[in-house]
């Protein structure tokens, strides 16, 4: 039976920067994230 | 202390300059990647949002990932563009040592005291430097913030972290809860 991929929480904001570091790590290699949504869109013309 | 990029505006006169804020956020990025150090190529030095749009060609808007690929020809920078990451995710990322430029949909900052371009409502680009843990507010980088009329502000702002991320989730193409970013490296290991 297959394993569901379970994501790991975020820690908590007040958490040490270690475990900020090392789920910033994860999140960073993983694939699902480098994929670029059809939909996005682009900047615009702003106001001088 | 974390690095702090200088603010580099995008109304600086140059060709597209309107057009110019994610070249500008991401010149500010480079600034934060490199802390400061000219990588001693035959592009110039410091980064410069002209210089990255004469890498991307015609005038109009722009994305993360062409940005991304200029700043790596001119600066030998490679940033890390992430699309749909959870909000708290992003968090762990800005605590954790990085800097982010982020793409927004200023309609959102319009009604706010953060408004830099009044009557702009459409898709920009920010830069991100840090978080503070006091309130958990952002110390945002927008490029507009140039103080060139009374009202508008000058250089890098704390915004609510609320804000931050309904402008971000507002922009087109984001999932609800998440938000698009291209990060600096880690500079504070």
Not at chain 1, 11 to 30: C, G, Q
Request: proline share 9%; aromatic share 8%.
């Amino acid at each position: 039976m297959p394993v569901k991929d379970q994501k790991k929480p975020a820690p908590k904001a007040n958490a040490p920067v270690e475990e900020h570091r090392k789920h910033a790590d994860e999140i960073l290699a993983k694939d699902e994230y480098k994929e670029k949504p059809g939909a996005l869109g682009k900047s615009d013309e702003a106001k001088p | 202390m974390i690095y702090r990029p200088p603010f580099i505006k995008q109304g600086d006169g140059s060709r597209c300059e309107w057009t110019n804020c994610n070249c500008a956020s991401h010149a500010m990025a480079v600034m934060r990647h490199r802390k400061g150090v000219d990588p001693r190529n035959e592009h110039g030095w410091p980064p410069a949002p002209a210089e990255i749009r004469n890498r991307l060609g015609a005038c109009g808007g722009t994305d993360l990932a062409e940005n991304d690929l200029a700043v790596q020809h001119l600066y030998g920078v490679n940033m890390d563009v992430r699309y749909n990451i959870p909000m708290a995710s992003f968090r762990s990322l800005i605590i954790s040592g990085r800097g982010a430029v982020v793409p927004i949909w200023y309609g959102v900052i319009a009604p706010t005291r953060f408004d830099a371009s009044p009557g702009f409502t459409g898709g920009h680009g920010i830069y991100v430097n840090e978080r503070r843990s006091s309130d958990g507010a952002y110390l945002v980088y927008d490029p507009l913030a140039d103080h060139r009329r009374k009202a508008i502000p000058q250089g890098p702002q704390w915004w609510p972290a609320s804000l931050l991320q309904k402008a971000a989730e507002a922009f087109p193409g984001t999932r609800g809860g998440c938000i698009h970013a291209s990060f600096t490296r880690d500079t504070e290991v």
